[in-house]
């Protein structure tokens, strides 16, 4: 290990190099500063997989020779990386970063996301202050405040709890569709016995005690500490893994389902119930359960750049509804790192405090390993890949599978489940930014930091509904400096010591194209994400940017525009007659155009994954029926954002709890056996029956299929065939 941080930290010294700035003396390296040693050692430890630490420690042996040096950056040398001066260390990390080579461009972005991501986002443990923060502008999490919900002790089992128990019914996960789930089940059947399985960290009792400190929030609240992307390097993906999952740390936009996917669900997929009053109702209860309202929203001061530029150019925008009952507080911006006023109504202090209020209920912190139609095997927190501590509870009712649209298919795969729906479709809403410095002092982390969503472009560029909002991001330095581009040492400090005034708009595309997730790593526990942008999302993502520069480059004390491109010269902004200077906007647009959308180049994050369990009408158009029950598995149902026949086109969290809340109710009509429920149970046998016709006929074409070409290589052999 200190080899690999020491050349780890010959990196960083290279991304950014001294004077640092503020107070911090000028010749002081980043490798010198106190604790980010042992930030850069916990996040290897707790959220690199051995594959990851393979690869790094790979990457890592070659720029210790001058021959593979130069092989990986493309910049001769005769002495390795580390024994290299600042100077050439800096060209060379730039050679990586605007080479032609897709691999030298995936290694750069994965040194950078990680080693300039923990130095702008890490606490000195003796200070408790990120020794660059002051230099930024960056005030870091907000004093002590008054709660806005009070803490409460969530109901939790042991292993010894529950080891060789039965339970009417199990949910594994906590997140939009689980926690949903939960409250639903257990309000409306008395006398149940649930139990909700949750792999990732759960709320303290006490809320006061969560830091908001971004390096801390990430670890404990997000995926691999949000250093997931996809296999290429090339997305970002923030992923929720705690409580109450994705609704626990997001940005608190609160967006209806659109209409025109909710009737492309009906009539591509055949789900007639989303396109009517009972999913309407469904939304009203969500909206009223997560406190959600639009009424007396504050703006903060991108918003307000966002809002100022959509007026002058004429886009559509609307105010975007809150489940933040306080928008005004500057603390809003830091919910993204775990609840601790409960301002933000996610899952977690909402659909769960209900479900373990009513006593019908309670968590246990674990793995499911796999499921049947009545079992769950499951593995502590603490041990999954130790096989000696896994053990199997009984399910008398149903088994809900909420783990989200990255684990999953997962389960439903380690479970025998073979149908080509699993994992596949899977949709991630590709998001880019433009970026802005302005005169003036944003603070652009703090407020409520999506309030507002320009709709402009919601239709695309065919015209078939699938293009992209515009909306403001909650800009951290840790996440700033990973996703900011880079294309030398100097322009690049210069850019992010400007992060308190500085604005973004990101452009969310509605994806048409697809991914698709797999199970990897020591028993298939890790999602491998494979997803390449579809041209006409690339093209619309690219027309987004274009927008955005138009929103930006209007605003009164906007200076500077860029584009998450290593490659794209800065707008310098000129409005000394009060107008954008047409030509010089033109060449930013079209240096925008000829730099594309490429792997490993233009700069992509992603905040929403859906899709890869999809729904449908028949086996062979989704992994699920339309109810949620998976075709290959009797009583056993996925109930989470992976059921979306398609990207929702909006932030998924009201989509995703308004499915399961449907969903979660007619599963409350079956198990009380209400006229509704037996019209459901015939429903289910019917649409069951045609499903079995349908691949015992299937089975009998494979089998005959197989005997004929069995006898046909047989006669081959026999020089009977030629």
């Given at each position: 290990m200190d080899k690999l941080l020491t050349s780890l930290l010959a990196c960083a010294d290279a991304f950014y190099p001294p004077p640092l700035g503020g107070s911090i003396p000028p010749t002081t390296l980043i490798s010198e500063l106190n604790g980010f040693r042992e930030a850069l050692e916990e996040g290897i430890t707790l959220h690199l997989s051995p594959f990851d630490v393979l690869k790094m420690k790979g990457l890592m042996t070659a720029l210790r020779s001058s021959v593979l040096t130069t092989a990986l950056t493309g910049t001769p040398t005769t002495t390795s990386f580390e024994a290299s001066s600042l100077e050439v260390?800096?060209?060379?990390?730039?050679?990586?970063?605007?080479?032609?080579?897709?691999?030298?461009?995936?290694?750069?972005?994965?040194?950078?996301?990680?080693?300039?991501?923990?130095?702008?986002?890490?606490?000195?443990?003796?200070?408790?202050?990120?020794?660059?923060?002051?230099?930024?502008?960056?005030?870091?999490?907000?004093?002590?405040?008054?709660?806005?919900?009070?803490?409460?002790?969530?109901?939790?089992?042991?292993?010894?709890?529950?080891?060789?128990?039965?339970?009417?019914?199990?949910?594994?996960?906590?997140?939009?569709?689980?926690?949903?789930?939960?409250?639903?089940?257990?309000?409306?059947?008395?006398?149940?016995?649930?139990?909700?399985?949750?792999?990732?960290?759960?709320?303290?009792?006490?809320?006061?005690?969560?830091?908001?400190?971004?390096?801390?929030?990430?670890?404990?609240?997000?995926?691999?500490?949000?250093?997931?992307?996809?296999?290429?390097?090339?997305?970002?993906?923030?992923?929720?893994?705690?409580?109450?999952?994705?609704?626990?740390?997001?940005?608190?936009?609160?967006?209806?389902?659109?209409?025109?996917?909710?009737?492309?669900?009906?009539?591509?997929?055949?789900?007639?119930?989303?396109?009517?009053?009972?999913?309407?109702?469904?939304?009203?209860?969500?909206?009223?359960?997560?406190?959600?309202?639009?009424?007396?929203?504050?703006?903060?001061?991108?918003?307000?750049?966002?809002?100022?530029?959509?007026?002058?150019?004429?886009?559509?925008?609307?105010?975007?509804?809150?489940?933040?009952?306080?928008?005004?507080?500057?603390?809003?911006?830091?919910?993204?790192?775990?609840?601790?006023?409960?301002?933000?109504?996610?899952?977690?202090?909402?659909?769960?405090r209900d479900y373990c209020r009513t006593g019908n209920g309670t968590l246990f912190n674990g793995h499911a390993v796999k499921v049947t139609s009545n079992s769950v095997t499951l593995a502590p927190a603490s041990s999954l890949h130790d096989k000696s501590t896994h053990f199997t509870i009984s399910v008398r009712s149903k088994i809900i599978v909420a783990c989200g649209s990255l684990h999953t298919p997962l389960l439903l795969q380690r479970s025998g489940c073979k149908n080509n729906n699993i994992g596949s479709n899977l949709r991630l809403h590709p998001v880019s930014a433009i970026m802005a410095s302005c005169e003036e002092e944003m603070h652009g982390y703090k407020g409520a930091p999506m309030t507002t969503v320009c709709t402009e472009f919601e239709k695309g560029l065919e015209g078939d509904n699938y293009g992209p909002k515009l909306e403001c991001p909650s800009v951290h330095t840790g996440v700033m400096a990973a996703a900011l581009p880079w294309n030398g040492a100097q322009s690049f400090k210069s850019i992010l010591q400007c992060a308190s005034k500085m604005v973004a708009v990101i452009v969310l595309q509605r994806d048409k194209g697809s991914g698709k997730v797999t199970g990897t790593g020591e028993g298939g526990y890790e999602p491998n994400i494979s997803y390449s942008v579809d041209k006409r999302d690339k093209e619309n993502i690219l027309n987004g940017l274009e927008k955005a520069f138009d929103i930006l480059s209007v605003n009164p004390g906007v200076k500077q525009v860029w584009a998450c491109h290593p490659k794209q010269v800065p707008y310098e902004v000129d409005k000394a007659d009060g107008r954008v200077d047409s030509s010089k906007a033109a060449a930013f647009k079209a240096s925008l155009r000829s730099n594309g959308c490429g792997v490993n180049d233009l700069g992509l994050f992603c905040a929403h994954q859906m899709g890869s369990c999809r729904m449908a009408r028949n086996s062979s158009l989704g992994a699920v029926d339309v109810d949620g029950e998976v075709w290959e598995m009797d009583n056993v149902h996925v109930i989470d954002a992976s059921l979306f026949p398609t990207a929702s086109g909006a932030n998924p969290m009201m989509t995703t709890m308004a499915l399961s809340r449907g969903l979660a109710k007619r599963l409350v009509e079956v198990h009380n056996g209400t006229k509704k429920g037996e019209e459901i149970k015939r429903r289910r046998k019917e649409r069951r029956g045609k499903e079995g016709k349908g691949f015992k006929s299937d089975l009998a074409i494979y089998i005959a299929a197989a005997v004929v070409g069995f006898a046909a290589t047989l006669l081959h052999k026999r020089g009977m065939l030629l």
């Open positions: 260390r800096a060209e060379m990390m730039k050679g990586m970063a605007m080479s032609a080579v897709g691999k030298r461009r995936e290694a750069f972005n994965a040194l950078k996301r990680f080693l300039l991501g923990t130095a702008m986002s890490y606490v000195d443990p003796a200070t408790s202050i990120n020794p660059l923060w002051a230099t930024l502008g960056y005030t870091g999490p907000p004093k002590e405040e008054k709660p806005v919900t009070e803490s409460f002790k969530f109901s939790k089992y042991t292993q010894k709890d529950i080891k060789g128990k039965t339970f009417d019914y199990v949910i594994i996960g906590s997140g939009s569709g689980g926690s949903t789930v939960a409250k639903t089940l257990a309000e409306g059947i008395p006398g149940i016995k649930i139990l909700i399985i949750e792999k990732g960290n759960f709320l303290p009792d006490d809320l006061s005690k969560i830091s908001q400190v971004e390096a801390e929030g990430m670890s404990t609240y997000y995926e691999k500490g949000s250093l997931l992307t996809t296999d290429d390097g090339s997305i970002m993906i923030l992923a929720g893994a705690g409580l109450g999952g994705g609704s626990t740390i997001n940005w608190g936009c609160c967006l209806d389902t659109p209409k025109y996917v909710r009737k492309e669900w009906k009539e591509e997929f055949g789900i007639d119930w989303v396109d009517g009053e009972e999913f309407d109702e469904c939304l009203r209860e969500v909206k009223e359960e997560m406190g959600v309202h639009g009424d007396n929203v504050k703006h903060n001061s991108m918003n307000t750049k966002l809002i100022a530029g959509c007026t002058k150019n004429n886009f559509a925008w609307k105010v975007a509804p809150q489940n933040i009952k306080d928008t005004s507080r500057d603390s809003a911006g830091w919910t993204c790192f775990g609840p601790k006023q409960g301002n933000k109504q996610g899952g977690g202090i909402t659909w769960l």
